[in-house]
């Protein structure tokens, strides 16, 4: 009787001690995941501006946008000016003052009107050379936008990865802290050796180092997209969460095909070269007689002049020989010209390398997400095994932190990857000038005429 007594207050001892255990695995490592997970508070970030409508900010207002807009209205101004030289010109030229002499008052008065008739298609030359320049400035705006739409978007994955990244070091800090005044009251008791409260302690101390880094980097980034943006004061800009992750299509021929409809530098390398021949054409009109209609009235006052007469007639004036200036000048154009075309031919080859290198990378980092996704269900695992280890006593705390941080490292880096894919298809998309989501405005599209039916 005595004995089963004994048995039977062992058998409840060992529950209730279990019991404990269990409510202190509960209390002191549970919170663990919960901790990882806690968001930082949403209105820190702000919730106005989404990513879309901080692009159309950012492209209405960026000073590279605004710089390259008043370059195409200087390039339109000059245009105009073009335009008004087929018009006539009205000229006058005065003098009238004292002079020594026989004739004390001097008079000179030259004034009328010209008229250009001919001038072996230079006027025409120059103005179409003119709107191929503003062409070319029309497509160094798209340039431009295309290149702030893509600073937004990097710096916003940049931003999205800071603040995932300071939320997970926020939960690892608070949860290495219990477990460093944990550590630290049995070692002052002597229940557990000197050394795993250094170890707690360099652990905690590394996770505050990681918080503070984010946190820091952070607010660095999201003043720099404010201002990028143009966010006022009572302004505040939506940091969605990653999200889910685009993919990339299947081959690489779709992307050069869009760059190819889409992207600036192509029809760039048309107009340059177009812009070189009307400036050839303007040359070769040299070699032409430039004839003008011309209305004058003349009236001169002086010792042997005494004349008040209206002439109306034609002004000409040819440049028959130079001694070959003109032609030196014309077959230096012409080199000019297959130069600009290799030029642009070379632009083009790197513009697709670089679009196939992104593309390639891109499709690795995608790999190397669904590679982080698998360790990351691993370690959930692994830290789950552990927990019921420490429960049912077969190993310490030390076995369950170190599964910690390993779950927490594959989060962290994880979280890399999705940015870095992120940023990587950003600049794939700016490559085929971000073809799927802007499309080329109507109006706005260059036409190529035959270079010889224009002239």
């Known amino acids: 009787m005595h004995k089963s007594l004994i048995r039977e207050k062992d058998s409840w001892g ?113 103005k179409k ?64 050796p ?23 980097t952070y607010d660095y980034l999201h003043t720099v997209l404010r201002e990028t943006v143009g966010i006022g004061e009572g302004e505040s ?61 003349n009236r001169f006052r002086d010792v042997f002049v005494d004349t008040d007469r209206f002439i109306v007639g034609i002004e000409g004036k040819w440049n028959i020989w130079d001694f070959g200036r003109l032609g030196s000048q014309i077959s230096a154009k012409e080199h000019e010209i297959e130069e600009t075309k290799w030029e642009g031919e070379l632009k083009i080859r790197e513009h697709e390398k670089e679009i196939s290198r992104l593309f390639h990378e891109a499709r690795a980092v995608r790999q190397k997400i669904r590679m982080q996704e698998a360790l990351l269900k691993e370690r959930e695992e692994i830290y789950k095994n552990e927990k019921t280890r420490l429960i049912a006593g077969e190993k310490g705390t030390g076995e369950l932190v170190d599964a910690f941080l390993a779950l927490e490292e594959a989060k962290i880096v994880r979280i890399q990857a999705v940015t870095e894919y992120r940023i990587q298809i950003a600049r794939l998309e700016r490559k085929t000038a971000f073809a799927a989501i802007n499309d080329t405005p109507p109006g706005n599209e260059v036409h190529f005429e035959n270079q010889e039916a224009e002239w």
């Open 14 to 126: 060992k529950t209730i001690c279990l019991f404990v255990a269990f409510i202190v695995s509960v209390v002191g490592f549970g919170p663990i995941t919960a901790a990882a997970s806690e968001p930082i508070p949403s209105g820190q970030f702000g919730s106005l501006l989404t990513l879309e409508e901080a692009v159309t900010r950012a492209l209405k207002d960026h000073g590279e946008v605004k710089r390259a807009f008043a370059r195409l209205r200087k390039e339109e101004a000059l245009y105009k000016g073009k335009l008004s030289e087929f018009l006539p010109k009205i000229k006058a030229d005065a003098v009238g003052g004292m002079a020594t002499g026989e004739k004390r008052v001097l008079t000179y008065l030259d004034t009328g009107i010209e008229q250009p008739l001919f001038q072996g298609g230079k006027a025409i030359a120059e």
């Open 237 to 297: 800009l939506d940091l969605e969460p990653l999200g889910e992750i685009p993919e990339l299509e299947g081959e690489v021929g779709a992307y050069l095909e869009t760059a190819r409809r889409h992207d600036p530098v192509y029809k760039t390398r048309e107009l340059k070269v177009q812009e070189k021949r009307f400036e050839k054409r303007a040359l070769q009109a040299e070699r032409f007689p430039h004839i003008g209609l011309s209305a004058r009235w």
């Open 194 to 216: 000197r050394h795993e409260f250094f170890r707690i302690e360099t652990l905690l101390e590394s996770a505050k180092h990681a918080l503070v880094k984010h946190k820091e």
């Open 129 to 192: 050379m003119q709107k191929a320049v503003v062409e070319i400035e029309k497509l160094k705006l798209d340039d431009a936008r295309l290149e702030v739409e893509l600073m937004v978007r990097v710096l916003y994955a940049q931003v999205l990865e800071e603040k995932e990244l300071t939320r997970i070091s926020q939960g690892e800090v608070k949860e290495l802290f219990r477990e460093y005044e944990r550590i630290k009251k049995l070692v002052d008791k002597e229940i557990l």
